[in-house]
């Protein structure tokens, strides 16, 4: 019910070792100029208690970036405003690509990833968000990603 991408779209393991580049499992900063943190889109799935969610890379501005690392370790950090974010992970059983889609982040408590809420469009993708998926899709997601060929998912 969850599947999740290991870095942001634009990642090189070429800068794994670069000391302006960093990746770890909630953040990354690549040439001490781009940002991003990893958070949740949930989906509800239609007609039962569960939540599918895509673990996906959401890149901030350097003031929000720097904002969520302080307040990271922070109890009451969920009652930070949203921050927004352009989508950086490539689903690729969503067309169009959902590279650049806009979001908003929010903090949830210490030990929560956060909720990537997409904006309300008629992108598959952001419909779903808003309207859940069947427990089919979410088959047909799970088959897609385990025999497909493309990006591999945790």
């Given at each position: ?17 670069a000391?302006?580049?960093l ?7 690549i040439?001490a100029q ?5 958070g949740?889109?949930?989906i509800?799935?239609i007609?039962?208690d569960?939540m599918?969610?895509?673990?996906v890379?959401v890149?901030?501005?350097?003031e ?7 307040l990271w ?8 405003k949203?921050y927004f974010g ?12 959902t590279i650049?889609l ?10 929560e ?7 309300p469009?008629?992108?598959?993708l952001?419909?779903?968000?808003r ?6 899709r979410v088959?047909?997601i ?10 591999e998912?945790?």
């Amino acid at each position: 019910m969850n599947y999740s991408a290991a870095a942001p779209y634009v990642w090189d393991p070429g800068f794994a070792d670069a000391a302006d580049c960093l990746l770890s499992s909630d953040q990354c900063v690549i040439r001490a100029q781009h940002y991003f943190v990893k958070g949740l889109i949930e989906i509800p799935v239609i007609d039962s208690d569960e939540m599918f969610s895509w673990g996906v890379w959401v890149s901030l501005s350097r003031e929000n970036f720097s904002r969520a690392a302080d307040l990271w370790d922070t109890p009451g950090r969920e009652s930070e405003k949203p921050y927004f974010g352009w989508l950086s992970t490539e689903l690729p059983l969503y067309s169009p690509s959902t590279i650049n889609l806009k979001t908003h982040v929010h903090t949830r408590p210490i030990g929560e990833r956060p909720l990537v809420e997409l904006e309300p469009t008629d992108h598959p993708l952001a419909v779903e968000q808003r309207t859940g998926m069947t427990l089919d899709r979410v088959h047909d997601i799970a088959e897609a990603l385990l025999h497909g060929t493309g990006p591999e998912y945790e």
